[in-house]
């Protein structure tokens, strides 16, 4: 089975702009989780979306928001960009009632 | 309010000795720990999980074992091999949120040849 993909891999934007990323599960996965990865604070939840419902969600503000659509494919949006944006974006699936996430390769967000 | 710890910012190990890393937790809700392996620039590669019904679970070279009574864990390497130098990171899931994980720090694990 293919692993999760995750697109684009490097993006740079600047300040107040706007981006999406996207998240393709494992086949059959229909749990999508999100986290942030930086140097200071390390890994963080930011939100989980099962059957295009966001079931759990992080200390994130409301700049950064997600989707998901019937197919398990997930988007996840941050609007107004700041530069303590910039980090490891990183995007997970697992089968439902299974605790194990896997990972997809990250997309790595620079924000200037 | 750091729930899950991991206190070792690094650890040195010769080839072929047994690298163990630690984590400290402070929520008793948690009830499943995982842990995993990562590489810069990379996403996070799962290694072995235990459920808080479990005391121990092994896989290959790979053992982790749990304390509840004293919220920590650890995980067993035996035997250490170069391959193994990476960044180590401990997560736990919170009862009922199987899609959410808390992680630790990380522990950067050399093995030295």
């Known amino acids: 089975k293919a692993g999760v993909t995750q697109t684009p891999r490097y993006l740079i934007k600047t300040r107040g702009q706007q981006v999406t990323l996207s998240c393709s599960p494992i086949s059959g996965h229909r749990s999508v989780s999100w986290y942030q990865q930086t140097p200071g604070q390390g890994l963080q939840f930011l939100f989980e979306?099962?059957?295009?419902?966001?079931?759990n969600k992080g200390n994130f503000p409301g700049r950064f928001s997600g989707r998901q659509f019937s197919n398990s494919r997930s988007e996840m949006n941050v609007s107004t960009l700041e530069l303590g944006d910039s980090a490891l974006y990183l995007c997970?699936?697992?089968?439902?009632?299974?605790?194990?996430?896997?990972f997809g390769p990250g997309t790595r967000l620079l924000v200037l | 309010d750091q729930q899950v710890k991991q206190n070792s910012p690094s650890l040195s190990v010769q080839e072929g000795r047994i690298s163990i890393l630690n984590c400290d937790y402070t929520n008793s809700m948690f009830d499943y720990f995982l842990w995993y392996k990562k590489y810069p620039a990379e996403g996070p590669t799962f290694l072995i999980s235990i459920s808080s019904i479990k005391d121990k679970n092994e896989d290959g070279r790979f053992t982790v074992f749990l304390n509840k009574s004293a919220k920590h864990l650890s995980l067993h390497i035996v035997p250490s091999q170069p391959g193994d130098s990476a960044v180590y990171f401990c997560a736990a899931s919170p009862e009922n949120q199987g899609g959410k994980l808390i992680f630790g720090q990380g522990t950067e694990l050399s093995v030295k040849p």
């Open positions: 997970a699936s697992r089968l439902t009632g299974r605790e194990t996430q896997y």
């Open positions: 979306y099962f059957s295009e419902t966001q079931r």
